[in-house]
């Protein structure tokens, strides 16, 4: 059986790469994706830290909003379309 710290670090661990890979979409989790190019595009250290940090603790929700956010895509993708 999986031991409580074990369980702890994964999900710590799974956090911080899912903030360090997203980093570069990290628009889509919260403005939305028309705010990308609005947003400051110089990359910066603390800026870094911070997101991954964040990423570390609340990833399940990013998760989520990413999601919405990738269907919100594709839906205005599919009606752009028509």
Request: overall charge positive; aromatic content about 18%.
């Given at each position: 059986m999986i031991d409580a710290y074990t369980f702890i670090?994964?999900?710590?661990i799974f956090g911080a790469c899912f903030g360090?890979?997203?980093y570069s979409k990290r628009h889509?989790?919260?403005e939305g994706?028309?705010?990308a190019n609005d947003?400051?595009?110089t990359p910066s250290l603390k800026g870094r830290i911070?997101?991954?940090t964040l990423c570390t603790l609340l990833w399940p929700i990013m998760?989520?909003?990413g999601i919405n956010t990738a269907?919100?895509?594709f839906k205005r993708k599919r009606q752009s379309g028509k």
């Amino acid at each position: 059986m999986i031991d409580a710290y074990t369980f702890i670090s994964l999900f710590l661990i799974f956090g911080a790469c899912f903030g360090f890979v997203t980093y570069s979409k990290r628009h889509w989790f919260s403005e939305g994706p028309l705010k990308a190019n609005d947003s400051d595009q110089t990359p910066s250290l603390k800026g870094r830290i911070f997101w991954i940090t964040l990423c570390t603790l609340l990833w399940p929700i990013m998760a989520l909003t990413g999601i919405n956010t990738a269907w919100i895509l594709f839906k205005r993708k599919r009606q752009s379309g028509k």
